[in-house]
């Protein structure tokens, strides 16, 4: 990768996109703002990308930004050295305007823009766009029937869902996602490879009442940092999402379930090649539920609890690669490796991760263990847990 200067560097939050090239394309749009965002997002997955600005995308943001955003000269116009052909892994068209569009789908390659994604369809290499436009010009240029016929003709082509405003009576306007969302769809496809990944994670509940409930407190904080590293990495992931502050920016699908019963029905109705099990499912459950609100008056009430069913007994996945998470307090090392050791075979893993609730993200808080011949691995923050996953999955 190149070195750039200080002040244009950027912190690298992942290696997805290491050692790929991309041209990034910025077409005439009030959305082209949010384009510096985007190229700087692809830089922290490790992209080296050079921007491309059309003459309606100049109205709204300048080369210099693009400049500075991408670290390499931004192109808007034909040179001697070939700018108009597309030679690297991929383009991405973010904002794609209508008018944009159009042009491709005319084959209308008036200028360097538009001649280098027609290189890149052409010579079948991937090509991403972003849709945003207002909703009325979605009608006018009939933008979903040229994109269909784009992507009938161009299986290299990708769309990138625009999110629709649900704010406004335009509830067909297409604007932009955020510059995080782009680069990490862009990175599940260039990674893509056939492989699929259940992540569980966030604190289930039991339900004494419609309004009352015992869980365990999970913010889903490192859950969703690994959901998203495995999808940029190339993995299919179902995300079951239980009770969570934070939640998966990018996904293959997503399903919410509170309790374990919802959780349990939700494994029945996935299929996934390797599986995470994050979730920090309760222990016990009410032994019934009540329909209506209990009765505040009573000084005190006895609450008959019944242990639960042990769900990652239902986990199963299909290549036998199932990691789980445990929490405990350890201080010696051998404390450690006898955990470790029993909870692999008590349920069926092929690595357990156990953290000590006693510290802070260290090199000492977690360990990886894959069988009881081997030495513990520390891991030392949550980037270093999603690389060692997807080692785990990919070997």
């Known amino acids: 990768m190149k070195t750039v200067p200080s002040d244009l560097a950027v912190e690298s939050i992942s290696d997805a996109l290491e050692g790929f090239e991309v041209d990034f394309v910025v077409s005439g749009s009030i959305a082209a703002v949010e384009s510096v965002k985007t190229l700087r997002a692809l830089r922290r997955l490790g992209c080296e990308v050079t921007p491309y600005l059309t003459q309606g995308g100049s109205q709204f943001v300048t080369a210099l930004a693009l400049a500075w955003a991408s670290a390499a000269a931004t192109q808007t116009e034909f040179t001697g050295g070939a700018s108009h052909l597309g030679f690297k892994d991929a383009c991405v068209v973010a904002p794609a305007s209508a008018g944009f569009i159009t042009k491709l789908a005319q084959n209308n390659a008036s200028g360097v823009c538009e001649t280098l994604v027609t290189s890149y369809l052409g010579d079948g290499r991937p090509v991403f766009i972003l849709p945003t436009m207002h909703g009325s010009l979605v009608q006018g240029y009939e933008v ?103 939640l998966p920016e990018s996904y293959s699908k997503m399903v919410r379930c509170e309790t374990n019963q919802s959780m349990k029905e939700a494994l029945a109705k996935v299929e996934y090649d390797h599986a995470v099990c994050m979730a920090a499912v309760v222990d016990y459950e009410f032994s019934s539920t009540q329909e209506t609100k ?102």
Request: glycine residues 4%; positive net charge; hydrophobic residues 40%.
């Open 294 to 395: 209990k009765k505040s008056s009573a000084e005190s009430i006895t609450l008959n609890l019944q242990k639960s069913e042990r769900l990652l007994d239902f986990v199963r996945p299909k290549s036998g690669k199932k990691v789980a998470f445990k929490l405990e307090n350890f201080q010696m090392p051998a404390e450690k490796k006898q955990l470790l050791t029993e909870y692999i075979s008590k349920y069926q893993l092929s690595s357990i991760i156990l953290n000590n609730a006693s510290m802070e993200w260290s090199e000492a808080r977690a360990y990886a263990l894959e069988n009881a011949a081997a030495e513990p691995l520390p891991i030392a923050d949550n980037r270093g847990l999603a690389e060692y996953l997807r080692e785990h999955f990919l070997c």
């Open 144 to 246: 979903q029937k040229q994109l269909a016929d784009l992507q009938k003709k161009h299986p290299s082509l990708h769309l990138i869902d625009a999110r629709s405003d649900e704010v406004s009576i335009d509830a067909q306007k297409k604007k932009f996602p955020s510059s995080t969302a782009i680069a990490n769809f862009v990175a599940h496809n260039l990674r893509k490879n056939n492989q699929s990944v259940m992540i569980n994670m966030g604190g289930t509940c039991s339900y004494l009442d419609p309004v009352r409930f015992i869980g365990n407190i999970s913010t889903g904080k490192t859950g969703s940092l690994v959901a998203e590293e495995l999808y940029r990495q190339g993995f299919s992931t179902t995300a079951l999402v239980a009770r969570a502050q934070h």
